[in-house]
């Protein structure tokens, strides 16, 4: 009997000790998509947590530290017998033996046979295996200000990448992840720069490392240009893409400009220019032009890649092409009545089969709900520099940079995400347009982006602005490294 009391303190005691040793991983915070438009993952700033979960994970495999809590546990509690109802009191008791193996210890005994398995527990269901899964990735590419941007955005139904009218806003390869888990098949596009013929910084040399980069490692390639058959600049990527054997896609984005743009007259100068360029000014001639630079294009679609309140027939048809349905010939018959060119010379459609076989098989790279692998502070920033383009003229936003101080979620009794800022220009001059008169202009530019982060953090948000000198940063190769534009 006493042998017994032992045994169960002990259980009790090591179960007690297993239990306090419960603790949290800590999350990283990545914009998803649930039940809103967009939802953070949840955000764990304990360091304590860490640092204990840091301590405790290492496993103890000489059993030194076991045998050292027991040897404590013998002389504290034990150094005394423990008398029951069935102990004589004049009965001498004979000392214990310290247990040394403690493996057939209900606490830690574990199911070795089939008699051992409760057969009334439910069975695990199995993972999904995704043999039927296609996964891949798409590089979007094309000049400045063709609206690559945009036609992402209107894919993911969200504003991830910051747009403007200004060409050359983007200026990283952004991923964004669409998953249809109806069609089984998650597409990740990569957001690129627009391609420059002549690099002329090493800031845009590493723009376009960023564009070179997406078309090594895409499975599809989608090139983007607009209603007056806007030509890549750099000849380069233009035959790379040509001679590549991935198939690709070529959407001829801004076609609702068509009824506003004024053509010129024949034998004008404007004219016999937009002549020599191969500049175009409808669809069929842009579709056309298209088909001839890319022959073995796999479609040529006709879009307009902007946000509106009804469902976009283009953005659809894009959509069911890249995941393979659910019925690709009627998306495309929603467009209207095809034009000559839209696809190769032996085809009137692309059949489902045909489009499935786009994306190659394989189980998704990322969690269904997440729209991209960047933070909410690399998205904070672009939303910055976006109010940058919008407020500032000529080429004084190109100047900017714009680095992420602190980005603090709001603690307990607070409702506020606070968020400091610094703007980064190349000289003094720069940063008196910036700030403004009175500092009017940083002002004005601090009110637009916290109304830009409020409605994308889906939180009210506290946004402290400065800027700062930081000389020819453009051009400085440390701190392209230390702003991600150069690996």
């Not at 069975?123 to 094309?142: A, K, N």
């Not at 509106?308 to 019925?327: F, H, S, V, Y």
């Not at 003094?428 to 637009?448: A, E």
């Amino acid at each position: 009997m006493l042998t017994y009391t032992r045994h169960v303190f002990l259980a009790v005691l090591i179960h007690s000790l297993l239990s306090a040793s419960a603790f949290t991983i800590q999350h990283s915070n990545v914009v998803t998509t649930r039940t809103t438009t967009i939802l953070h993952a949840k955000r764990n700033t304990n360091e304590e947590a860490t640092r204990s979960l840091t301590n405790h994970a290492k496993p103890n495999t000489d059993g030194e530290e076991a045998d050292r809590l027991m040897d404590e546990l013998d002389q504290t509690f034990f150094s005394e017998p423990i008398l029951t109802p069935e102990t004589d009191e004049d009965q001498p008791i004979e000392p214990i033996e310290p247990m040394d193996d403690y493996s057939d210890f209900d606490v830690f005994s574990e199911p070795t046979t089939e008699t051992d398995v409760d057969e009334d527990q439910p069975e695990i269901e199995p993972m999904d295996d995704y043999s039927d899964f296609r996964c891949g990735f798409i590089g979007i590419v094309g000049a400045p200000n063709m609206g690559k941007s945009t036609l992402l955005n209107n894919i993911l139904a969200t504003n991830l990448c910051a747009i403007t009218k200004r060409p050359q806003t983007t200026r990283h390869s952004i991923l964004g992840i669409y998953t249809d888990p109806l069609q089984r098949c998650q597409l990740c596009f990569y957001d690129t720069p627009g391609v420059i013929d002549t690099p002329s910084y090493e800031l845009q040399e590493g723009m376009m490392e960023a564009v070179k980069g997406a078309l090594v490692n895409s499975d599809v390639l989608l090139v983007v240009t607009d209603l007056f058959g806007s030509v890549i600049p750099d000849d380069a990527v233009y035959q790379g893409i040509k001679a590549s054997k991935k198939p690709v896609v070529v959407v001829i984005n801004k076609i609702d400009l068509a009824d506003k743009v004024r053509i010129p007259e024949e034998g004008d100068e404007q004219a016999m220019m937009d002549e020599e360029r191969g500049k175009t000014y409808s669809v069929e001639e842009a579709v056309q032009k298209w088909r001839m630079l890319l022959p073995e294009a796999v479609a040529i679609l006709p879009l307009a890649a902007k946000h509106t309140q009804e469902l976009n027939p283009g953005i659809e048809a894009l959509k069911a092409l890249l995941t393979g349905g659910p019925d690709v010939p009627l998306s495309f018959r929603n467009l209207g009545r095809p034009i000559d060119g839209m696809f190769p010379d032996t085809q009137h459609t692309i059949p489902n089969a045909i489009a499935k076989g786009l994306i190659p098989a394989g189980p998704p790279l990322y969690e269904t709900d997440w729209l991209t692998d960047r933070s909410e502070r690399f998205f904070a920033s672009e939303l910055i520099r976006e109010s940058l383009f919008e407020r500032l003229g000529k080429e004084v936003p190109y100047c900017c940079e714009v680095r992420i101080d602190t980005f603090r979620e709001p603690r307990e009794g607070e409702k506020v995400i606070k968020i400091a800022a610094s703007v980064l220009v190349e000289r003094d001059s720069q940063k008196g347009i910036l700030v403004g008169k009175g500092g009017s202009k940083i002002k004005q530019i601090g009110v637009d982006s916290r109304i830009k982060l409020e409605a994308f953090l889906e939180h009210r948000v506290h946004l402290d602005l400065s800027v700062k000198v930081e000389k020819d940063w453009r051009r400085n190769t440390d701190k392209l490294k230390e702003y991600g534009y150069l690996k």
